[in-house]
């Protein structure tokens, strides 16, 4: 569970590190002089010197930073960023943003080079292959405890008396258990690629949220096909393509809704740094192939996100560049950094709030999920 979690946020700071070098690679294209390339947030724990960049890693784990030459104004010097044209200082700040998508689309042709089972709801039938009825957490004392149910196993069929009954829905593995509490059925499972027969026995009665069984489902399908390798990376493209498509249908949807009164949907929800690192602990336990897949999701997400007009993100500091270039000067460095330093501790103060309202709950059940594996 600790090894999930770290790797999970690991993976979730890579992403930061290649954000932030994306900034870094287009700086020095132009000759921007860059004092430092930090992992994590200052106090700096340690770093190095090397040429005229201190390449560091920091305190707090919430992911990097680059620090560029005259990026806050109110410096003239021919190597700083403030003296670039605005066409070079616009790329350096996309930069950011373009390394997010590059990540996705190599993360997305890895998995098509691999395949993926994803998740899937019991509605979904149209082009899916190869469907499991998946255990992803059992709890401790429960009916499947004590059959000998693993989380991982994939139950293929239940017999009750003589009739067997093949299982490739959620719906299907319940209706059979609840109406059979307090009788003994046999499941049969994959485990290993073996098939194990236990005996199960649903209770009569269960603890709130556990059911007469036990044990959380997942059902999972083959919706990524093993490509050939020279077409992975195509297939990375189209698909991140795809995603960022969506993402930006689902985001009009949900600002459609916020502008007309209608609030956001029901199923909408936050997440903060917390959260997406348990999201992705989550994903682990379905295998390698959807883990890359969360990663790339979130690294599209992420892009969208900073692309929003809003100073303390990359999207802020395009709309400066964009005044800069109607008033044919750029706005006063101390105005620019006053409203970014406002934004910040609006985006901190939300993102703590998130962390406390959604993140936390999140954490908290999924130890409580794992402690009973």
């Known amino acids: 569970m600790i090894l999930t979690l770290i790797i999970a946020f690991l ?25 430092e390339f930090g992992v994590g947030y200052p106090p700096r724990l340690f770093g190095k010197k090397i040429g005229e960049t201190i390449y560091s890693v920091n305190l707090i784990p919430l992911g990097a ?6 990026e806050e104004g109110g410096v003239d010097d021919y190597r700083s960023f403030v003296n670039l044209k605005i066409w070079q200082r616009v790329l350096i ?36 292959t190869n469907v499991q009825v998946k255990v992803v957490s059992v709890s401790k004392d429960s009916p499947a405890y004590t059959a000998g149910l693993k989380a991982g196993d994939t139950i293929t069929s239940v017999q009750v008396g003589n009739t067997e009954t093949k299982i490739d829905k959620i719906a ?15 499941v049969t499972v994959v485990r290993s690629g073996s098939a194990v027969i236990l005996d199960l026995t649903p209770r009569l009665t269960s603890p709130i949220g556990e059911g007469p069984v036990g044990i959380s489902l997942e059902r999972m399908a083959t919706l990524i096909e093993k490509h050939p390798w020279y077409q992975a990376p195509i297939q990375g493209v189209v698909y991140t393509w795809q995603t960022t498509v969506s993402a930006l249908k689902g985001l009009y ?21 917390l959260g997406i690192t348990v999201f ?20 599209v997400f992420i892009a969208i996100f900073n692309l929003f007009p809003i100073p303390a993100l990359d ?10 270039k109607i008033m044919k000067k750029p706005v006063p460095a101390k105005i620019e950094q006053s409203i970014t330093a406002i934004f910040f501790i609006i985006l901190i103060t939300f993102s703590i709030y998130i962390t406390i309202r959604y993140d936390i709950p999140r954490f908290s059940q999924f130890l409580k999920s794992s402690l009973q594996k």
Do not use: C
């Not at 590059?102 to 509605?123: E, M, R, T």
């Not at 209706?175 to 059925?185: E, R, S």
């Not at 949807?253 to 740094?273: Q, Y």
């Open 172 to 186: 299907d593995f319940q209706k059979i258990t609840n109406d059979n509490k307090g009788n003994q059925i046999n």
């Open 93 to 128: 700040v996309i930069g950011g943003v373009a390394a997010f998508w590059i990540a996705s689309i190599i993360i997305f042709s890895v998995v098509f080079a691999i395949g993926s089972d994803l998740p899937i709801g019991d509605q979904d039938t149209q082009g899916v």
């Open 280 to 299: 992705l602990a989550n994903a682990a336990s379905y295998g390698v192939g959807f883990f890359l897949y969360f990663i790339g999701m979130i690294s």
């Open 253 to 273: 949807t949900m600002f459609s809704g916020l502008f007309s009164g209608k609030g956001t949907p029901e199923e909408a929800s936050f997440a903060g740094p």
């Open 65 to 70: 930073f680059v620090r560029i030459y005259g």
């Open 11 to 35: 993976s979730l700071i890579a992403l930061m590190v290649i954000h932030e070098f994306g900034h870094f690679i287009i700086a020095k294209k132009f000759g921007v002089r860059v004092e």
């Open 315 to 324: 999207g802020g500091k395009l709309v400066f560049l964009l005044i800069e």
